[in-house]
């Protein structure tokens, strides 16, 4: 049974940062893609970023290229999430995700995701 579970959600002032993680458990962590999405209130579920098997590719919505950063620690079945410079509609319950096959790549859409965690909220004020 694949397991994920978020942390470091927060408030945080415009401008600030957060960092956060998500652990998985119940396979093989190194052998699979994560990924990061949002959603907002009244909003889809939309990709922030992910980062493949191997932590070799990366990719970023364009909302915040430039300002977040994916990373992996397969040693801690830890996948990261660090933010900088948080805007008010970065706001949103953060999720990781992981796909129900290993060695994907570029995986960008929901629907290539199979587990979920629970989620954590992001709320960035003004």
């Known amino acids: 049974q694949v397991q994920l579970v978020e942390s470091g959600g927060g408030l945080v002032q415009a401008g600030g940062s957060l960092r956060l993680s998500c652990t998985a458990s119940?396979?093989?962590?190194?052998?699979?893609?994560m990924g990061w999405f949002r959603q907002a209130p009244g909003k889809e579920r939309e990709f922030v970023s992910s980062?493949?098997?191997?932590?070799?590719?990366?990719d970023y919505a364009t909302s915040v290229k430039g300002r977040f950063t994916i990373s992996r620690e397969n040693a801690k079945n830890t996948v990261y999430l660090q933010m900088n410079g948080l805007k008010p509609e970065d706001t949103a319950v953060y999720y990781c995700a992981t796909p129900r096959g290993p060695y994907g790549n570029r995986l960008v859409s929901a629907n290539e995701y199979h587990y979920w965690g629970q989620g954590t909220q992001v709320t960035v004020s003004s």
């Open positions: 119940g396979r093989t962590f190194s052998l699979y893609t």
């Open positions: 980062i493949n098997w191997s932590g070799g590719n990366t």
